[in-house]
């Protein structure tokens, strides 16, 4: 990537903002966060927080970004459900090189996108770590987590780059096709057993009815994984129950999160996908179905 890059984020919320703080920080580089005219004027008005601290984004809707150039790197962390809505705001900023990266949970987003934007090079990409916490217009997290990032060679190269001469911790898997399914398998079974039994992690670590309910909606999820031919499948399912022991009591998912404050969840990227799948391939997964059937 060139000096004087302008960089773009599209959904400053609890995963974006993590390395858009430390991208902001360079001196050779422009970083704008887009978003629609009526969430630009409230985040002009009530700023946004990162572990306390405002932070000095510059903002711009669709109709301020004439003036703007070009985006060479556009990264969406939007929750999935508003996905779609919220890529017409990056449409004046994205040129034939400009580079997508989706930092979206689930494993539908890449392939959304690039429908929506079919010359473009879309990569594949997630955050792995411990779960920020947002409260409105005030993040906080920890420092824990790396980024995932594959995709066409090149564009996870330059990527990787960006990101590591920012001091923000990032990976590009031999296979990131099997790395985003060993994710998809943890949020499957972490965050929608947290967001059924309204749960943090502390209480889910002792409860053996959330673990087993957790491990059988994982297993459901490898067996689609298998349907479709994921390496790496034999060990996702303990390599998740690891995860969910491991981390810290207090930590509640942003599955849960969203359901405490009545926000729209993403089951439809979790048990959504998974009763899709399944279905495709005659696969029975009851216990996604009673999720996606609480939680819809």
Same mark, same amino acid.
């Given at each position: 990537?060139?000096?004087?890059?302008?960089?773009?984020?599209?959904? =400053?919320?609890?995963?974006?903002?993590?390395?858009?703080?430390?991208?902001?920080?360079?001196? &050779?580089?422009?970083?704008?966060?887009?978003?629609?005219?009526?969430?630009?004027?409230?985040?002009?008005?009530?700023?946004? !927080?990162?572990?306390?601290?405002?932070?000095? !984004?510059?903002?711009?809707?669709?109709?301020?970004?004439?003036?703007?150039?070009?985006?060479?790197?556009?990264? %969406? =962390?939007?929750?999935?459900?508003?996905? +779609?809505?919220?890529?017409?705001?990056?449409?004046?900023?994205?040129?034939?090189?400009?580079?997508?990266?989706?930092?979206?949970?689930? %494993?539908?987003?890449?392939?959304?996108?690039?429908?929506?934007?079919?010359?473009?090079?879309?990569?594949?990409?997630?955050?792995?770590?411990?779960? $920020?916490?947002?409260?409105?217009?005030?993040?906080?997290?920890?420092?824990?987590?790396?980024?995932?990032?594959?995709?066409?060679?090149?564009?996870?190269?330059?990527?990787?780059?960006?990101?590591?001469?920012?001091?923000?911790?990032?990976?590009?898997?031999?296979? %990131?096709? $099997?790395?985003?399914?060993?994710?998809?398998?943890?949020?499957?079974?972490?965050?929608?057993?947290?967001?059924?039994?309204?749960?943090?992690?502390?209480?889910?670590?002792?409860?053996?009815?959330?673990?087993?309910?957790?491990? $059988?909606?994982?297993?459901?999820?490898?067996?689609?994984?298998?349907?479709?031919?994921?390496?790496?499948?034999? $060990?996702?399912?303990? &390599?998740?129950?690891?995860? %969910?022991?491991?981390?810290?009591?207090?930590?509640?998912?942003?599955?849960?999160? &969203?359901?405490?404050?009545?926000?729209?969840? +993403?089951?439809?990227?979790?048990?959504?996908?998974?009763?899709?799948?399944?279905?495709?391939?005659?696969?029975?997964?009851? !216990?996604?179905?009673?999720?996606?059937?609480?939680?819809?």
């Amino acid at each position: 990537m060139n000096k004087e890059k302008h960089i773009v984020l599209l959904g =400053a919320g609890a995963v974006g903002v993590l390395p858009a703080v430390k991208l902001l920080l360079r001196k &050779d580089l422009r970083l704008t966060v887009a978003a629609d005219s009526q969430r630009v004027e409230r985040y002009r008005r009530d700023g946004i !927080f990162f572990n306390g601290q405002k932070i000095p !984004f510059d903002f711009a809707s669709p109709d301020e970004m004439s003036n703007l150039p070009p985006a060479e790197l556009v990264i %969406i =962390a939007t929750k999935t459900p508003s996905l +779609e809505e919220a890529l017409v705001n990056i449409i004046p900023l994205v040129d034939e090189k400009t580079i997508l990266l989706p930092l979206l949970n689930g %494993i539908t987003a890449s392939d959304i996108i690039q429908k929506h934007f079919p010359r473009n090079t879309v990569l594949k990409g997630y955050f792995l770590g411990h779960a $920020s916490v947002r409260e409105n217009n005030h993040i906080s997290h920890d420092g824990i987590g790396t980024f995932f990032v594959g995709g066409n060679q090149q564009a996870a190269a330059a990527t990787y780059e960006l990101f590591r001469s920012s001091g923000i911790n990032t990976v590009v898997p031999e296979d %990131i096709i $099997s790395a985003m399914w060993k994710k998809f398998v943890l949020n499957v079974g972490v965050n929608q057993t947290q967001a059924v039994f309204k749960a943090d992690y502390g209480t889910m670590q002792k409860s053996k009815e959330m673990l087993s309910y957790a491990r $059988s909606l994982m297993q459901e999820a490898v067996l689609v994984a298998n349907a479709e031919h994921v390496s790496g499948t034999e $060990s996702m399912v303990e &390599d998740a129950m690891k995860v %969910i022991l491991d981390m810290p009591g207090n930590v509640k998912t942003s599955m849960l999160q &969203d359901i405490l404050a009545g926000r729209v969840t +993403e089951v439809d990227a979790f048990a959504g996908t998974i009763c899709q799948k399944a279905a495709l391939y005659k696969i029975p997964v009851p !216990f996604n179905q009673d999720v996606l059937d609480k939680l819809k």
